[in-house]
Structure formats: C-alpha cells, structure tokens
C-alpha cells in the first residue's frame, strides 16, 4: 500500500517535471534569435564561424587577424547582453571586447573587454564609460568562475538614470547619470560591437606579457543574439521616445539599484575589483566628480 502511495507520488512528480521541461524547452527554441536577425560581420570574416543554424557565432585570432561583429541598427536605451565563452589556455594578450559605441570624435562608449592571461592566471574584465568623447573611467574586475570553461551572461544596462554593467544578473558597476553636475553621460545613438583582437601591446601586466603566437588560433564564442533595446531607425528624430517608460528597462525600477543589488555589488567591488580609477591618487590627485556622487 505505502509502494503504491510512493510510486503515484513518483509518477505525479515526474509528470510535472516532464511537463514543466517539455514547456520551457518549447518556449526556448521558440525564442532563439539567429546572429544574422540583429547582428552583422564587421571585418575579418575568414575569421569567424556560425554555429547551430547562427545560434552560435566562434570568432578566432592568428597572427594574420582577429575578427569582428557588430549590431545592425543604433540604439538610444536598452538592456544589452550576450553570452560569452572566452580563448582558453594561455590567452595572455588576447581582448576579447563586448561594447556600444556611438560614431565621432566625441563618441559614446560603454565597455566589456576581457584581458587575455598565461594559462592558470586569472583573466580580468574591465569597464570604461565614455561621454563625449571622455573616457579614463576603467574599473577592472576578476571574475568569481572560469570565463573560459562555459558561457556566461554578460549584460549592459542604459536608460536615462544609470548605466549598469551585469555579470550573469549580478550588479558589477554603475555608472549614474550626473549630468547635473556637469558629468558627461552617454547619450548619443550606439552600435554593440564585438571584437577579438591582438591588445599585446597593453592588455596583459601593462604590455610586458605578450601574446604567444604558437597557441593560435584563440578562439572566442558567442550566444544571445536577441536585443533589448530601442532603435533608432533612420534620424535621431525618435530619440525621446527612446526614453518612453512603455521601455521596460526604462521603467522606475530600473532607476537605481534595489537594496539586494546594492549589497550584490558592494561584495563585488570588495571582493573582486582590481583597479578603480576612482582610487588612483597618483593619476587623478582630485578624484573626478562622479566618483564623489555614486
Ligand atoms: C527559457 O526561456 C525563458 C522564458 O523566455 C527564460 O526565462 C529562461 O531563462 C530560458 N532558459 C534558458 C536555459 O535559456
Ligand atoms: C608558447 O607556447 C609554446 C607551445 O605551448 C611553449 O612551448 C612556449 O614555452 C610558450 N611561450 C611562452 C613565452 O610562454
Ligand atoms: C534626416 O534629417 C534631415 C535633416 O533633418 C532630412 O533632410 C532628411 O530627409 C532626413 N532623412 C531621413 C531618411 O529621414
């Protein structure tokens, strides 16, 4: 009697397991946006590969070229992501970039790059924000998983109130809007673009470690090609209605982040950043005025 009871109970449950698995999984396939909806190649296209019907795009760097990708459109606002699975082994000097730029000399740009290292050394994320065509804003980051061994979401936050960069969901950086203050903030139609590229003459300990031309081809890989974001189409004539709340992440929860958020980030930044440009005394004795109003 109790093994009958026990194995219904076993059946019910693996229905509902069944069923649940069998949904998402429908509501997945059903959302996968090929690379080629959103997304075009930039340069170097004998450097880069579609994988699982444009699901999956593999960008790969030798000594005769990196490769790149970017957005089709321009974007105002927007929750911007893709999943990235970065070079493994010893990848020192290779850059792996994930970014919106808007066009011109006083250009836009919200940055992801992840600095390449010798197999076993950590490889580091680092931010920059540049307004109008003012950057020098990099924070750097280690990571709390191996970026190399599997996809991780790596997500970009702009509206009118903040810029938030997002390591799968959780709160790495951000970067409000000063304005106010006389703080330049991106404002400008952007393009995400997406490179890999040889940065030896910087990325790695400053430049000294340099990329190991024997361990070529690097290979990177990207998924998520959907985009959530607000498009402008033909002039900047839309622009405001870019900034509309009917935007979810235009809407009043995305203004700041919640308390959780705050603690998420506070623990990143003590555990995990390893540069601040807001601490550097030696290169801005008088911190720049946004590092004050965080
Ligand atoms: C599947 O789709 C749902 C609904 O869009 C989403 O919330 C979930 O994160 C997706 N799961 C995976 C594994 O992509
Ligand atoms: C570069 O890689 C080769 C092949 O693995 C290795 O023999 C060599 O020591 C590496 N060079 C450096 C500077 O690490
Ligand atoms: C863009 O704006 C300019 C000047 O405002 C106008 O002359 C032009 O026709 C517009 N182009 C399109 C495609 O709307």
Not at 42 to 57: A, F
Not at 215 to 220: L, R, S, T
């Amino acid at each position: 009697m109790e093994m009958q009871y026990f194995s219904l109970q076993l059946c019910l449950l693996s229905s509902i397991f069944f069923l649940l698995g069998c949904c998402s999984l429908f509501a997945n396939t059903t959302d996968i946006v090929r690379f080629d909806e959103n997304y075009e190649i930039t340069w170097g296209s004998d450097h880069v590969l579609s994988l699982n019907q444009g699901s999956e795009i593999q960008l790969s760097m030798d000594i005769s070229s990196g490769a790149g990708f970017g957005s089709k459109l321009s974007y105002v606002s927007g929750f911007f992501h893709l999943r990235i699975k970065l070079p493994n082994k010893d990848s020192a000097g290779v850059v792996t970039a994930f970014y919106l730029t808007s066009k011109g000399k006083r250009h836009d740009e919200l940055d992801f790059e992840f600095l390449g290292n010798r197999e076993g050394k950590p490889i580091s994320l680092q931010t920059n924000v540049f307004a109008d065509g003012v950057g020098n804003r990099e924070q750097r980051f280690l990571l709390w998983f191996d970026p190399t061994a599997d996809f991780h979401d790596y997500q970009i936050l702009w509206n009118q109130h903040q810029i938030v960069f997002y390591v799968d969901d959780i709160p790495i950086r951000v970067f409000k809007n000063n304005d106010d203050i006389g703080v330049g903030y991106p404002s400008q139609p952007m393009k995400i673009e997406v490179s890999l590229w040889d940065g030896d003459s910087w990325a790695t300990d400053g430049g000294r470690t340099k990329t190991n031309w024997s361990m070529a081809p690097f290979k990177a890989h990207f998924q998520g090609f959907d985009i959530s974001g607000c498009p402008i189409i033909q002039n900047s004539s839309n622009i405001q209605q870019c900034y509309s709340p009917n935007y979810w992440w235009n809407s009043e929860k995305y203004w700041k982040l919640d308390s959780k958020q705050q603690g998420e980030l506070q623990n990143v930044r003590k555990e995990y950043m390893n540069y601040d440009y807001c601490s550097d005394r030696p290169r801005y004795p008088v911190p720049p005025p946004e590092c004050l109003h965080q």
